[in-house]
C-alpha cells in the first residue's frame, strides 16, 4: 500500500525510511504515516469528484485522524475539514485552518463549544436537534452574528457496516428523520430565522462501506425529500452533504471500493434525479475520513514475548494493544501484520498478536500467519491510520505513542510520545 516496500535489508519501508530504523530512533509503539499516500487521496477525492459540472467540496472528516500537522497538511491540499468537538474545533485553530473552511458538527454541541465556534467565525454549523437549533438562535442574537446552517437529516437507508458504525437507521442518535412529522416545521424556523443561513442538509449513512449501492440508494431517498421539502416549504436546497463512509481494505476480507467509480455513480444519481424532478442540482459536499487515512498509517511494536498456552493457541505479545489500537476489541477489526525486520521469511506460524493490557479482549489480531519472532522484532500492523490515534486512551496508565510522518526517506515527529509525567499532569 502507498510507499511500503521491502527493502534492500529484507525490511519494510515506508515512505523511504526503514521501519527498524524507525523503531529504534523513536521508540515503539509508534505510528508511522505515509504522507505521500494522504496527499495522493486527497488528490484523487478532489480531483474525482470536480471533474463533475455541477459544484463540489471535499471535507476531511477529522475525527479519523487529526494533528497540528494533519490540519496543515489537510489546508494544503485544499479540503476543508469537518470538525466535532471543541478539542478537534481548538486544534483547528491553533493550527490557523481557515474559519469558512470549517464545518462544525455534532448531536451534543455544547454551549461554550457554539460561542467558541461562533467567535471563531467557522463557516457552517451542521445542526441536528430543535434544542440546539434554539440555542444557536439565542447565541447569535447575542453575539451578533449570522452562520451558515446544515439540517442533518437521517434518510432511514441501513448500510451493511457493523452495528456500532451504523448511522443512519430509524433510531440513530443522529438528526432528524426524513420521515418525521415535524420536519418540514423545524425546517421552515431554520428557513425563516433572521441569524441562521440554511444551506441545505446533511446525512451520513455509516462507516466503512463497501458496497456503493448503499450511497446511491440514499441519494435516492434524499432527493425525494428535498423535492417535498419544496414543494411543502417553498425551500430550495442549495447544499447538499452526502458524508463520509468510503471503505477500505484492511485484510483480504474487505473488497476494495472504487472511490471514483463510487463517487461518480453518486454525483450521476444526484443529476439524473433532479433532472427528472426538474430542480436545480444542489452543490454537493462529502466528508471522508477513514478512507484519506486509514491505509497511510502502520504501527510498529517491539514484540515482547512469544507464548503457548495449555489449550494450544499461540501468543505474540507486543508492547502495545488497545490503548493505541481498540478497533479489534470494538468492532471485531481484522489487521494484517509483518515482522518489519524479518519480511522475506517463511510465514509458517499462526499467531494471536496480544496487547499488554489486564483484559482478555486487548487483542490486536485474532489469528494470522507470521514467522517464529524473537524478542525484540518489530511487528508492523498496517491500515491504523484512522481511528487508532484518534481513539487511543491511557488505560492501565499507557502513554500514547509517538506519531511520525514519512515521506521521501525524510522522517519527522508530528506528535511526541506521552512521559510518565504527561500521565501525572492533572493530578492533584
Ligand atoms: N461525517 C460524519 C457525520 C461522521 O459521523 C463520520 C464518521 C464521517 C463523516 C467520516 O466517516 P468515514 O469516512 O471515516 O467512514 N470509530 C469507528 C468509526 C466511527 C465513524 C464515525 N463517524 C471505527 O473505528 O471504525
Same mark, same amino acid.
Request: glycine share 8%; charged share 25%; net charge negative.
Given at each position: 500500500?502507498?510507499?511500503?516496500?521491502?527493502?534492500?535489508?529484507?525490511?519494510?519501508?515506508?515512505?523511504?525510511?526503514?521501519?527498524?530504523?524507525?523503531?529504534?530512533?523513536?521508540?515503539?509503539?509508534?505510528?508511522?504515516?505515509?504522507?505521500?499516500?494522504?496527499?495522493?487521496?486527497?488528490?484523487?477525492?478532489?480531483?474525482?469528484?470536480?471533474?463533475?459540472?455541477?459544484?463540489?467540496?471535499?471535507?476531511?472528516?477529522?475525527?479519523?485522524?487529526?494533528?497540528?500537522?494533519?490540519?496543515?497538511?489537510?489546508?494544503?491540499?485544499?479540503?476543508?475539514?469537518?470538525?466535532?468537538?471543541?478539542?478537534?474545533?481548538?486544534?483547528?485553530?491553533?493550527?490557523?485552518?481557515?474559519?469558512?473552511?470549517?464545518?462544525?458538527?455534532?448531536n451534543g454541541k455544547t454551549v461554550e463549544e457554539l460561542i467558541t465556534a461562533l467567535q471563531y467565525n467557522v463557516g457552517t454549523i451542521v445542526v441536528d436537534n430543535e434544542f440546539e437549533i434554539e440555542m444557536l438562535q439565542y447565541l447569535c442574537a447575542e453575539l451578533d452574528k449570522r452562520v451558515k446552517v446544515l439540517l442533518r437529516v437521517n434518510p432511514g437507508i441501513e448500510a451493511?457496516?457493523?452495528?456500532?458504525?451504523?448511522?443512519?437507521?430509524?433510531?440513530?442518535?443522529?438528526?432528524?428523520?426524513?420521515?418525521?412529522?415535524?420536519?418540514?416545521?423545524?425546517?421552515?424556523?431554520?428557513?425563516?430565522?433572521?441569524?441562521?443561513?440554511?444551506?441545505?442538509?446533511?446525512?451520513?449513512?455509516?462507516?466503512?462501506?463497501?458496497?456503493?449501492?448503499?450511497?446511491?440508494?440514499?441519494?435516492?431517498?434524499?432527493?425525494?425529500?428535498?423535492?417535498?421539502?419544496?414543494?411543502?416549504?417553498?425551500?430550495?436546497?442549495?447544499?447538499?452533504?452526502?458524508?463520509?463512509?468510503?471503505?477500505?481494505?484492511?485484510?483480504?476480507?474487505?473488497?476494495?471500493?472504487?472511490?471514483?467509480?463510487?463517487?461518480?455513480?453518486?454525483?450521476?444519481?444526484?443529476?439524473?434525479?433532479?433532472?427528472?424532478?426538474?430542480?436545480?442540482?444542489?452543490?454537493?459536499?462529502?466528508?471522508?475520513?477513514?478512507? !484519506?487515512? @486509514?491505509? /497511510?498509517? =502502520?504501527?510498529? %511494536?517491539?514484540?515482547?514475548?512469544?507464548?503457548?498456552?495449555?489449550?494450544? *493457541? &499461540?501468543?505474540?505479545?507486543?508492547?502495545?494493544?488497545?490503548?493505541?489500537?481498540?478497533?479489534?476489541?470494538?468492532?471485531?477489526?481484522?489487521?494484517?501484520?509483518?515482522?518489519?525486520?524479518?519480511?522475506?521469511?517463511?510465514?509458517?506460524?499462526?499467531?494471536?498478536?496480544?496487547?499488554?493490557?489486564?483484559?482478555?479482549?486487548?487483542?490486536?489480531?485474532?489469528?494470522?500467519?507470521?514467522?517464529?519472532?524473537?524478542?525484540?522484532? !518489530?511487528? @508492523?500492523? /498496517?491500515? =491504523?491510520?484512522? %481511528?487508532?490515534?484518534?481513539?487511543?486512551?491511557?488505560?492501565?496508565?499507557? *502513554? &500514547?505513542?509517538?506519531?511520525?510522518?514519512?515521506?521521501?526517506?525524510k522522517s519527522k515527529v508530528v506528535v511526541k510520545r506521552e512521559t510518565y509525567e504527561d500521565i501525572l499532569r492533572n493530578d492533584l
Amino acid at each position: 500500500l502507498g510507499t511500503m516496500r521491502i527493502n534492500d535489508m529484507d525490511n519494510l519501508e515506508i515512505g523511504g525510511c526503514d521501519a527498524v530504523i524507525l523503531a529504534k530512533k523513536y521508540g515503539t509503539p509508534l505510528y508511522v504515516f505515509d504522507t505521500a499516500l494522504i496527499r495522493e487521496r486527497c488528490a484523487s477525492y478532489t480531483k474525482t469528484f470536480k471533474s463533475s459540472k455541477t459544484e463540489t467540496e471535499v471535507i476531511y472528516a477529522s475525527k479519523a485522524f487529526l494533528t497540528l500537522a494533519m490540519c496543515r497538511l489537510i489546508d494544503e491540499a485544499g479540503l476543508s475539514l469537518d470538525v466535532v468537538s471543541g478539542g478537534e474545533l481548538f486544534t483547528a485553530m491553533k493550527a490557523n485552518f481557515p474559519p469558512e473552511r470549517l464545518y462544525f458538527h455534532g448531536n451534543g454541541k455544547t454551549v461554550e463549544e457554539l460561542i467558541t465556534a461562533l467567535q471563531y467565525n467557522v463557516g457552517t454549523i451542521v445542526v441536528d436537534n430543535e434544542f440546539e437549533i434554539e440555542m444557536l438562535q439565542y447565541l447569535c442574537a447575542e453575539l451578533d452574528k449570522r452562520v451558515k446552517v446544515l439540517l442533518r437529516v437521517n434518510p432511514g437507508i441501513e448500510a451493511h457496516t457493523h452495528a456500532y458504525i451504523q448511522t443512519a437507521n430509524n433510531d440513530s442518535k443522529f438528526g432528524v428523520s426524513i420521515f418525521s412529522e415535524n420536519i418540514y416545521e423545524l425546517i421552515k424556523s431554520i428557513h425563516e430565522s433572521y441569524y441562521l443561513d440554511l444551506r441545505g442538509f446533511h446525512y451520513h449513512i455509516g462507516s466503512q462501506i463497501l458496497d456503493h449501492n448503499s450511497f446511491v440508494k440514499a441519494i435516492e431517498s434524499m432527493v425525494e425529500f428535498i423535492d417535498k421539502v419544496r414543494t411543502d416549504s417553498g425551500y430550495e436546497t442549495k447544499e447538499l452533504n452526502m458524508g463520509g463512509g468510503f471503505g477500505v481494505y484492511y485484510s483480504e476480507h474487505d473488497n476494495d471500493l472504487d472511490i471514483e467509480q463510487t463517487l461518480t455513480a453518486m454525483v450521476e444519481a444526484v443529476e439524473t434525479e433532479c433532472k427528472t424532478r426538474r430542480f436545480p442540482i444542489p452543490k454537493l459536499l462529502i466528508e471522508p475520513g477513514r478512507s !484519506i487515512v @486509514a491505509n /497511510a498509517g =502502520t504501527t510498529l %511494536y517491539k514484540v515482547t514475548a512469544t507464548k503457548e498456552t495449555y489449550g494450544g *493457541r &499461540k501468543f505474540i505479545f507486543v508492547d502495545g494493544g488497545m490503548t493505541d489500537n481498540p478497533r479489534t476489541a470494538l468492532y471485531d477489526a481484522i489487521y494484517e501484520a509483518a515482522l518489519a525486520n524479518r519480511m522475506k521469511d517463511e510465514t509458517d506460524t499462526t499467531f494471536t498478536i496480544g496487547g499488554k493490557c489486564c483484559e482478555s479482549g486487548d487483542i490486536l489480531i485474532k489469528s494470522i500467519q507470521l514467522p517464529y519472532p524473537k524478542q525484540n522484532d !518489530i511487528l @508492523a500492523v /498496517a491500515s =491504523t491510520g484512522a %481511528y487508532n490515534y484518534s481513539m487511543a486512551s491511557n488505560y492501565n496508565r499507557i *502513554r &500514547k505513542p509517538a506519531v511520525v510522518f514519512v515521506e521521501n526517506g525524510k522522517s519527522k515527529v508530528v506528535v511526541k510520545r506521552e512521559t510518565y509525567e504527561d500521565i501525572l499532569r492533572n493530578d492533584l
